[in-house]
């Protein structure tokens, strides 16, 4: 592709809830910018953002794709992103470095949940915004019902530049309310506005020139003092309306019988900021700590922004990055300032889809690709040693939802700890863990999707299988009482025997205070050579307590008296008589079963309180506190055991329309009421016989 200068690029993105049409409309806008010579379609997997196996296969987005176009000598760096909640860190990385987001809404459903989000987004990172409704040819379409939609949720500066000419299967094309003409008809020949939408377009042009004027000073006064604004005066004031966030056009199309998409192309053109309207971006010194301000010049310091990260099947990993200031080119070193060591750069690439092209180099505002950088990652900033700067980081979501990991053979086993690092770094949204209490390995996500699809990932580009389930609860045991019992371990066999007689006693502590071990031995009735392989007895039977084989915690154990033989003791059947003795003591002492009880907050919209707190009531949780937000939000503060909730981040999303977010942490152990205990035991010990047999 030709080389253009920072003032005609346009990083744009295309965001919007799952399914609402992005990836159709990324598709047409490539064909009209004669990039494909047909469009393809989601349901057959053919277009060219979503190649990935499992996008083909689910036909949805799970990756962001680049997919720069030329038009009209202005290089459009577009990105596609998912619009599904398991997939929102793609678009985290996106609205990292674009300069305009598209969002898209469907004209018969509206406004989802994905667009809204994806809107806060753009909104925290003062993002400008175009909206595009799409979807215009579809049964039940209407333009009308949905920008109310969207005025009602975003507010008044949603302003219409474009009305519709008709709906459904009888939409044709639309009026322009800037140059105030009709176009209609495939290659949408210019007429004039039917008599019918005359009124309609006059009054939303009325409403479009006074947020124009309100943008640009000189244009207030001429608009005050009656005068009429041209047709280039109202563009140049939506420009700076756009730019400024004061004005958000909203522009219309049916992408799929690609009508009216061109327009969409110029409204990027004609209304979205470049870099260098943007200005320039701060980034911090590393050695000073100090705020460094970065114009989107060739001739400013070298500072390349890595925002995603991949492992490609055939050039190995790669990196994506935007360049915010300076040159990046192949072939060189750079100095990576958020880890503080040189890379070497090979081969620069754009990206466009799955299909690399390669370039010499890349300037300010510019999106690429490099490969088989050795340690950069998302989130690393790429520049000179003479002029280190770090730019801001991106901040993912913490994960919500948890499964096992098992793999299918001993070859996957081998290989599971390098391919799970390997999903780690290209997504950081993941994480992966080992449970101490129960051995398992763990991944972190956003849901179960999110989880499955990181799966098959693992198995497409690493070849490691691996099982998925519901990690296990890490249940544990503990005494209510105090008891004693005593146990001797005697056996005579040719040469020494063994001997060990400890008598113990157990009581509980407090919740969290785990174990302890005392003695009150008097008269060297043990003596103390021995006591220590006591304890140790003692610690090697905690893991597995009486009730269902799970860890013993919050006890205290003494050992307080017994006996020794001076030949035959030691340490081994000290040890033995020790382990046996605490078994006892347990069984006597009233043992219970713990749960992990975990902190719930839940914000949801007000409507969907009442589901919420009926569903939590379910789940054997206790709601702490209600409190109302200024925003129409609710938080909900409860706590729940965590066998209750390990499914919780999907069944929100059911009970809210995927409107609820929720945070969870560990806050401590309780005992399980008895009747759930008695289900768990029995469990326990039908998987316990099971095995052993």
């Given at each position: 592709m030709k080389v253009v200068p920072v003032e005609k690029i346009r990083n744009v993105g295309l965001f919007s809830h799952g399914g609402h049409g992005k990836t159709t409309l990324a598709e047409a806008m490539l064909f009209n910018a004669g990039v494909i010579s047909r469009m393809g379609r989601v349901d057959e997997?053919?277009?060219?953002?979503?190649?990935?196996?499992?996008?083909?296969?689910?036909?949805?987005?799970?990756?962001?794709?680049?997919?720069?176009?030329?038009?009209?000598?202005?290089?459009?760096?577009?990105?596609?992103?998912?619009?599904?909640?398991?997939?929102?860190?793609?678009?985290?990385?996106?609205?990292?470095?674009?300069?305009?987001?598209?969002?898209?809404?469907?004209?018969?459903?509206?406004?989802?949940?994905?667009?809204?989000?994806?809107?806060?987004?753009?909104?925290?990172?003062?993002?400008?915004?175009?909206?595009?409704?799409?979807?215009?040819?579809?049964?039940?379409?209407?333009?009308?019902?949905?920008?109310?939609?969207?005025?009602?949720?975003?507010?008044?500066?949603?302003?219409?530049?474009?009305?519709?000419?008709?709906?459904?299967?009888?939409?044709?094309?639309?009026?322009?309310?800037?140059?105030?003409?009709?176009?209609?008809?495939?290659?949408?020949?210019?007429?004039?506005?039917?008599?019918?939408?005359?009124?309609?377009?006059?009054?939303?042009?009325?409403?479009?020139?006074?947020?124009?004027?309100?943008?640009?000073?000189?244009?207030?006064?001429?608009?005050?003092?009656?005068?009429?604004?041209?047709?280039?005066?109202?563009?140049?004031?939506?420009?700076?309306?756009?730019?400024?966030?004061?004005?958000?056009?909203?522009?219309?199309?049916?992408?799929?019988?690609?009508?009216?998409?061109?327009?969409?192309?110029?409204?990027?053109?004609?209304?979205?900021?470049?870099?260098?309207?943007?200005?320039?971006?701060?980034?911090?010194?590393?050695?000073?700590?100090?705020?460094?301000?970065?114009?989107?010049?060739?001739?400013?310091?070298?500072?390349?922004?890595?925002?995603?990260?991949?492992?490609?099947?055939?050039?190995?990993k790669l990196s994506y990055f935007r360049v915010f200031s300076g040159v990046l080119r192949s072939d060189s070193h750079v100095w990576n300032a958020t880890r503080g060591h040189e890379e070497r750069l090979g081969q620069l690439y754009l990206i466009r889809g799955k299909s690399q092209e390669p370039v010499v180099q890349l300037g300010p505002g510019e999106l690429g690709a490099v490969a088989k950088l050795q340690e950069a990652g998302i989130n690393d900033t790429l520049c000179t040693r003479d002029h280190p700067v770090v730019l801001d980081p991106i901040q993912f979501p913490e994960p919500l939802f948890t499964m096992a990991v098992q793999p299918k053979t001993k070859a996957d086993l081998d290989k599971l700890g390098g391919a799970l690092a390997r999903l780690v770094e290209e997504d950081p949204s993941l994480r992966v863990h080992k449970d101490p209490d129960t051995g398992e390995t763990l991944?972190?996500?956003?849901?179960?999707?999110?989880?499955?699809?990181?799966?098959?990932?693992?198995?497409?580009?690493?070849?490691?299988?691996?099982?998925?389930?519901?990690?296990?609860?890490?249940?544990?045991?503990?005494?209510?009482?105090?008891?004693?019992?005593?146990?001797?371990?005697?056996?005579?066999?040719?040469?020494?025997?063994?001997?060990?007689?400890?008598?113990?006693?157990?009581?509980?502590?407090?919740?969290?205070?785990?174990?302890?071990?005392?003695?009150?031995?008097?008269?060297?009735?043990?003596?103390?050579?021995?006591?220590?392989?006591?304890?140790?007895?003692?610690?090697?039977?905690?893991?597995?307590?009486?009730?269902?084989?799970?860890?013993?915690?919050?006890v205290k154990v003494t050992l307080f008296d017994g006996s020794y033989h001076s030949v035959d003791s030691s340490e081994i059947a000290f040890k033995i008589a020790a382990a046996q003795a605490f078994k006892k003591c347990l069984e006597l002492a009233h043992p219970i079963l713990l749960e992990p009880i975990v902190d719930l907050t839940v914000t949801v919209p007000e409507q969907y309180v009442g589901d919420v707190m009926g569903d939590l009531n379910t789940r054997r949780a206790r709601v702490l506190g209600m409190y109302p937000q200024e925003d129409g939000q609710t938080v909900i503060q409860a706590q729940a055991p965590l066998a209750e909730v390990q499914r919780y981040a999907t069944d929100l999303r059911s009970l809210t329309q995927g409107r609820g977010v929720f945070t969870m942490k560990f806050a401590q152990y309780e005992e399980v009421p008895p009747h759930v205990a008695q289900a768990i035991i029995a469990q326990a010990k039908k998987e316990h016989g099971s095995r052993s047999e």
């Open positions: 997997g053919t277009t060219v953002s979503d190649f990935d196996p499992e996008e083909i296969r689910r036909h949805i987005s799970v990756q962001l794709s680049l997919l720069p176009l030329d038009w009209k000598d202005y290089r459009i760096n577009l990105i596609d992103t998912p619009g599904y909640a398991d997939f929102v860190s793609e678009v985290l990385e996106a609205m990292r470095v674009v300069d305009t987001a598209i969002l898209v809404f469907e004209a018969v459903s509206g406004v989802e949940v994905g667009a809204e989000r994806a809107w806060k987004y753009a909104a925290d990172r003062g993002v400008p915004r175009i909206i595009v409704i799409g979807k215009m040819d579809r049964e039940n379409a209407d333009f009308n019902r949905t920008l109310d939609q969207v005025v009602a949720r975003f507010g008044n500066r949603v302003l219409p530049i474009q009305l519709p000419i008709g709906s459904q299967e009888a939409f044709n094309g639309f009026v322009d309310l800037v140059t105030m003409k009709a176009y209609v008809g495939p290659q949408l020949s210019e007429e004039e506005i039917p008599s019918s939408m005359r009124a309609d377009a006059d009054a939303a042009r009325e409403k479009l020139i006074e947020a124009v004027a309100e943008a640009d000073d000189d244009l207030l006064t001429k608009y005050l003092e009656g005068e009429e604004l041209t047709q280039e005066e109202i563009r140049r004031g939506l420009r700076r309306g756009v730019i400024g966030g004061t004005i958000f056009p909203v522009l219309c199309t049916a992408a799929l019988v690609n009508k009216a998409v061109r327009p969409v192309l110029d409204a990027i053109v004609d209304y979205a900021p470049s870099p260098a309207d943007r200005g320039p971006v701060t980034a911090t010194d590393p050695t000073t700590n100090k705020p460094v301000t970065l114009a989107p010049s060739e001739d400013g310091p070298l500072a390349a922004f890595i925002f995603k990260s991949t492992a490609d099947p055939y050039v190995g991944i972190d996500g956003l849901g179960e999707s999110h989880i499955d699809i990181a799966a098959e990932r693992m198995h497409r580009k690493f070849g490691v299988e691996v099982t998925l389930s519901l990690p296990k609860v890490p249940f544990k045991e503990t005494v209510l009482g105090t008891a004693k019992a005593e146990y001797k371990h005697k056996k005579q066999t040719g040469g020494h025997g063994q001997y060990g007689h400890v008598f113990l006693e157990i009581e509980p502590l407090a919740r969290g205070a785990g174990f302890e071990f005392g003695e009150r031995i008097v008269g060297g009735v043990v003596p103390k050579n021995f006591i220590p392989a006591v304890e140790k007895g003692i610690r090697e039977a905690l893991p597995e307590g009486c009730l269902a084989g799970y860890p013993v915690v919050d």
